[in-house]
């Protein structure tokens, strides 16, 4: 895949996942997201992997 378009999924999965962790823990509220747990868990994790795509994506050899 080109590089640049999995850079920019690996920032929109870093985004995703902030937002999913602040509504998780009651920052953002609105939403039936808003103080759930598993939200505060699930979104660290898809954050992390939005930075491990990012990453990897600009170190791969040309």
Avoid: E, H
Avoid at 16 to 37: D, E, F, Y
């Amino acid at each position: 895949m080109n590089r640049p378009f999995l850079a920019a999924i690996g920032v929109v999965l870093f985004l995703t996942g902030c937002l999913w962790t602040l509504q998780g823990l009651g920052v953002i509220g609105g939403s039936a997201m808003s103080g759930n747990t598993v939200w505060a868990v699930i979104g660290p994790v898809v954050a992390l992997l939005g930075v491990l795509l990012a990453v990897r994506s600009s170190r791969d050899s040309r």
